[in-house]
């Protein structure tokens, strides 16, 4: 993550990582233009996770992003053809955020087990967790940073993917491996030209990853409403939310409706972005195994207000 550098004795020193950062965004391939006749919805088949049923062994569900879109598609609101296929992030694109000791941690396949939470993992080839596992995360990835290049051309975008808002830039977790939200906005800012962004993180669970990502940086403000009851009890990072709103387990519609619509209230006042980040978590609706909430609609990932949404 591009940081200010501490002072040194070495003139020029001081600005060289944020200076290899800016050149790793400007020389990046994931900004691309797309076609008019392509729909701000970005999603790849690649996005799915399956291998051998161990992707079972997690509540999480790895293959809704496919049948989102083909839900969309039956109903006769999308088209295949109109989809837009994000590229992969290459490390050079995940080292504006991420460290290499971290990236190269994720050439263990105990660590990722542990990421992902399915401890089967641990014990398949790494070669086959880059593929099966790591792949159609950097897929996502490359889906959210160019969903904010969508969503100031066109007013709104979707990564039906992403979101990945429990990794931080040296740590995972969560079913998070890299942290898509940060390398999204990172990008934007050197890209696009910004410098307010707003986060409006609706997941059950709380955003701790771009949370403690954004610790110290005033361009960007954090709205994040969560189960306070739930993963992942990051109290360092709970700190660092400019806005919070803390849910008990079994809130309703109505009442989740309402904190709603004050929060935003208060943010509109608060904070005027020139993009918003919306982390659609579907784990608010009720029945959901992990988010213990009852709300009875709910949405996607998004960037836009320019929207982007995951």
Known sequence: METASSSTAVPGRANAPATIHRSRILSSKLYFDVPSSKVPLIYSTSYDIAFAGIEKLHPFDSSKWGRICK???????????????????????????????????????????????????????NCLVQQK????????????????????????AINVGGGFHHCSAEKGGGFCAYADISLCIHFAFVRLNISRVMIIDLDAHQGN??????????????LDIYNS?????????????????????????NEYLEQLDKALKVARNNFNPELVVYNAGTDILDGDPLGRLKDLHHSVHQVGHRTAEN
């Open 71 to 125: 839900f969309l598609i039956k109903e006769g609101v999308l088209e295949w053809v109109r989809i837009v296929e994000p590229l992969e992030a290459s490390k050079d694109d995940l080292l504006v955020v991420h460290s290499e000791a971290y990236l190269s941690s994720l050439k263990s396949s105990l660590t990722v087990s542990i990421i992902v939470e399915v401890p089967p993992v641990a014990i398949l080839p």
């Open 229 to 253: 009851g739930i993963y992942p009890f990051d109290l360092e990072a709970r700190r660092y939310i400019d806005q919070k709103v803390e849910l008990l387990s079994g809130t309703k519609t």
């Open 209 to 222: 990853g771009h949370e403690i990502d954004f610790s110290n940086d005033r361009r960007v403000y954090i």
């Open 133 to 156: 596992v790591l792949f159609p995360f950097r897929k996502q990835v490359g889906g959210s940073i160019l969903a904010a290049k969508l969503a100031i051309e066109r007013g709104w």
